[in-house]
Each structure stands twice: as structure tokens, then as C-alpha cells.
Nanobody
Framework: QVQLVESGGGSVQPGESLRLSCAVSGSDFNIFNFFGMAWYRQAPGNQRELVVSITQKGTTDYADFAKGRFTISRDSANNTLYLQMNSLKPEDTAVYYC????????WGQGTQVTVSS
């Protein structure tokens, strides 16, 4: 049914930027119809943590580490959720996951972000 596919990850140096995408497929509705969507991340050996969430209305909630550096956005035409990440730090290295909620919760398979010099 609903499928979330992340892309845009890669290897960058500290201070550089990446733009992650979460494409929604297998559904027949606009992403704005999800009750909420979010980006999570999980570094090796760590718990999965919230990066930023966005409600259907558009209210956002950023983790402290993401404030001022990361920006979440939605594109209804492409049914895609984005995460713009600027000023990346080595501690941002993790697998980044897209999630969405309507009647059920959905998860993507993740995209790897590596920040190193």
C-alpha cells in the first residue's frame, strides 16, 4: 500500500549541505492528507531520534540539534517530503528515515548520511 522511499543521502565534509527526499508511492492521496510526517535518524549503536516533525496543518517541531540548520518542507505535486540540511557536522552521521501517519504509521527504509573530513 503506502510506501516511503528516502533518497539524497551521501558523504559530505563538515559544513556542507544535503537535501533528503521522501517520495510517497503506492497511495492515492496527497501527502498533505497525512496527519503528520517526520524525519528521524539513527546512528550506529544509538536509539532512533526525532529530527523534525510536521503536522497536517504545517506546524513544525525541530530537535535542538536541527534548529537553524535543517528545514522540512512538502511538495504536493510530487508527493514528496524534503529535509534540507545545512552546516552539517560529523555528529549528523546517521541513517535518516522518513515517517508518516494517517490511519497507520509508515516508515521508509532510510538513507545514509555521512559527514567526515
Amino acid at each position: 500500500q503506502v510506501q516511503l522511499v528516502e533518497s539524497g543521502g551521501g558523504s559530505v565534509q563538515p559544513g556542507e549541505s544535503l537535501r533528503l527526499s521522501c517520495a510517497v508511492s503506492g497511495s492515492d492521496f496527497n501527502i498533505f492528507n497525512f496527519f503528520g510526517m517526520a524525519w528521524y535518524r539513527q546512528a550506529p549503536g544509538n536509539q532512533r531520534e526525532l529530527v523534525v516533525s510536521i503536522t497536517q496543518k504545517g506546524t513544525t517541531d525541530y530537535a535542538d540539534f536541527a534548529k537553524g540548520r535543517f528545514t522540512i518542507s512538502r511538495d504536493s505535486a510530487n508527493n514528496t517530503l524534503y529535509l534540507q540540511m545545512n552546516s552539517l557536522k560529523p555528529e549528523d552521521t546517521a541513517v535518516y528515515y522518513c515517517s508518516a501517519w494517517r490511519e497507520e504509521g509508515y516508515w521508509g527504509q532510510g538513507t545514509q548520511v555521512t559527514v567526515s573530513s
